[in-house]
């Protein structure tokens, strides 16, 4: 039976409560979901035609609900505004990049360029760290035991192959060689009575006025004093030796060092530090390694019977201390560094170098004549190889591919891929490309406004390796 209007109908205790439909004012049943988002609308829409009695409920169910279409509105408010800032963005960047046009794109790139040169003598020297030593050194020791009476050398003296250095005290070793003179000079008396006798007695065995037994037993007493003589002589000359000992002299030319023992003090020829230390600086030594692919050059240099002229600096590597030539390599590759020692001769007649000095060692390796070279900088490294940028006279550049030589100081030498006085970038390469233009501009301008060049060490084996210089479209 229909229900009436306003009035619902009883719930079905049957049906669970979350699927139960209600009645509906004019009789109908309906979803109870539906019924609770659509029955403030219908309030509203149907507020003058409800019965007066009917009104509180419906002013109930409008006020539970009223937030619903407020925030369906504003969800639509905010998606309209999303939608319309998106817009806005997206027309920005075209507008910008109309009103910058294809004058923008063909701007100039400002860059910094130098010209090839051919250099009369580009001569190609090859660094390392070396390690100077002494030609010689000695650690004087005494030879024989005995008191320090006398130190004849001043420390950092100079010193010659000779000279007196200091002296032990030679009194118990002038009396040893006074005592074996004295034995010498007795067995050589007792030898001269048994010649004397033997004579005699090789008259007597003449005439067999003694037996032979006599005379062959005289001839060995001879003999015996003779042997007697010839130690007593021994003697006297190790007594003299040992005496010569207590002068103490330098075996080389050299510098001594500081003085090990004071005056007075009792030396032994066992002491491990010895009397003092000389070393032999002039002339002197330096030993330095070089990279082991460097190593033929240098052999042919030194088959050919050239004197490789040597340059020593000081550790700052600016100052030149001097000048020398090379000596020889060593017979064996350091495995451990890929590296083979050289040595390096210096007359050092100045005292510039001191033995255990650490030194920067120029080596000259080579001398090519009329040479073309390009700054360093300007050798890039990318997909085809070695490249640089060249300025053709339009103002425009073109990616030139290069075969270089050996690199000296900031310049490289170039055998393949340019000629004299085409200009190359040595500054603002970062981007450029291909038949770019640019616009050409002092280095010293251009280093005050965007800073230093950025440039890679020389390198002892060709051109300047810089990081990441691909051209474009390489890889």
Do not use: C
């Not at 030396?267 to 030594?285: C, F, K, M, R, Y």
Request: glycine share 8%.
């Amino acid at each position: 039976m229909p229900a009436r209007a306003g009035v619902q109908a009883p719930r079905n205790l049957a049906v669970p409560a979350r699927i139960q439909r209600r009645v509906r004012p004019d009789g109908r049943t309906h979803d109870p979901f539906l019924w609770n988002a659509w029955m403030p609308f219908r309030n509203v829409s149907e507020k003058s035609d409800t019965p007066a009695q009917a009104q509180p409920s419906d002013s109930g169910w409008l006020r539970r609900w009223w937030p619903v279409p407020a925030v369906a509105l504003l969800v639509l408010l905010s998606a309209a505004t999303w939608r319309l800032t998106k817009a806005d963005t997206a027309t920005a960047p075209a507008a910008s990049k109309g009103q910058r046009g294809p004058d923008a794109a063909n701007r100039p790139t400002p860059v910094a360029a130098q010209p090839a040169t051919i250099q009369p003598s580009f001569e190609v020297m090859l660094g390392a760290l070396g390690t100077v030593i002494a030609r010689n050194t000695v650690t004087l020791h005494a030879r024989v035991d005995g008191e320090l009476v006398q130190v004849a050398f001043r420390e950092g003296q100079i010193v010659h192959t000779g000279d007196l250095l200091a002296v032990i005290d030679p009194r118990p070793f002038q009396v040893t060689l006074d005592n074996a003179l004295a034995t010498l000079e007795k067995d050589r008396a007792q030898l001269a009575n048994a010649m004397v006798d033997l004579e005699r007695y090789r008259g007597l065995i003449a005439d067999d006025s003694i037996p032979k037994q006599q005379f062959d037993g005289q001839a060995a007493l001879v003999q015996q004093d003779k042997a007697l003589v010839l130690g007593d002589q021994a003697q006297v000359d190790s007594a003299r030796l040992q005496l010569s000992f207590t002068h103490v002299i330098s075996p080389i030319n050299g510098r001594v060092g500081l003085r090990q023992v004071d005056l007075g003090n009792v030396v032994h020829a066992a002491d491990a530090n010895g009397l003092v230390v000389i070393t032999q600086v002039q002339p002197i030594e330096i030993v330095f390694p070089i990279p082991q692919d460097r190593l033929p050059a240098v052999q042919r240099r030194i088959a050919s019977g050239a004197r490789m002229q040597v340059d020593a600096y000081d550790s700052d590597n600016r100052t030149q201390l001097s000048t020398g030539t090379l000596l020889t390599t060593d017979n064996q590759i350091d495995t451990t560094t890929g590296t083979i020692k050289l040595k390096a001769e210096f007359a050092n007649r100045d005292s510039a170098l001191f033995p255990n000095q650490f030194v920067n060692v120029h080596l000259h390796l080579e001398r090519i004549e009329n040479a073309l070279t390009i700054p360093s900088a300007a050798v890039q490294r990318g997909a085809p190889g070695l490249y640089a940028y060249v300025v053709k006279p339009d103002n425009t550049v073109q990616i030139r591919p290069l075969k270089t030589g050996p690199t000296e100081g900031d310049r490289v030498q170039v055998l393949d891929g340019l000629a004299a006085n085409e200009r190359v970038v040595v500054d603002g390469v970062d981007k450029l490309r291909d038949g770019a233009p640019v616009e050409l501009i002092d280095p010293a301008t251009r280093g005050a406004a965007a800073g230093p060049v950025h440039r890679n060490g020389p390198s002892a084996g060709g051109a300047d390796k810089k990081a990441g210089g691909s051209p474009p479209g390489g890889s």
